[in-house]
């Protein structure tokens, strides 16, 4: 049975940072990507940021240049650093997997809060 438990939300003041933590357990197959996803309330689920196994990256464009996407695939596991935080970026964050090219993102994790409040 595919896991995958966050850590490292929290709350933080503007300007703040933090770095979210995803690992994967259960995993019998090659991971073509991880992402991490957020929804905050009355917002649809978004995709902030991805990784392959191949190492491209891609990033929403409200989070260009403040959020960093990091890991190692065949690990199974992927960071997001999130730098310069606004109250904006609070949501529930999301860690997913997706298990090739051709398919969405198949396993999610139960998310974890990050609110960024003075």
């Known amino acids: 049975q595919v896991q995958l438990v966050e850590s490292g939300g929290g709350l933080v003041q503007p300007g703040g940072s933090l770095r979210l933590s995803c690992a994967a357990s259960g995993i019998n197959f090659r991971i073509y990507a991880m992402g991490w996803y957020r929804q905050a309330p009355a917002k649809q689920r978004e995709l902030v940021a991805a990784i392959t196994s191949g190492g491209n990256t891609n990033y929403v464009n409200s989070v260009k240049g403040r959020f960093t996407i990091s890991g190692d695939i065949a690990k199974n596991t992927v960071f997001l650093q999130m730098n310069s935080l606004k109250p904006e970026d609070t949501a529930v964050y999301y860690c997913?997997?997706?298990?090739?090219?051709?398919?969405?993102?198949?396993?999610w994790g139960q998310g974890t809060q990050v609110t960024v409040s003075s």
């Open positions: 997913a997997v997706r298990s090739s090219l051709l398919s969405q993102y198949d396993y």
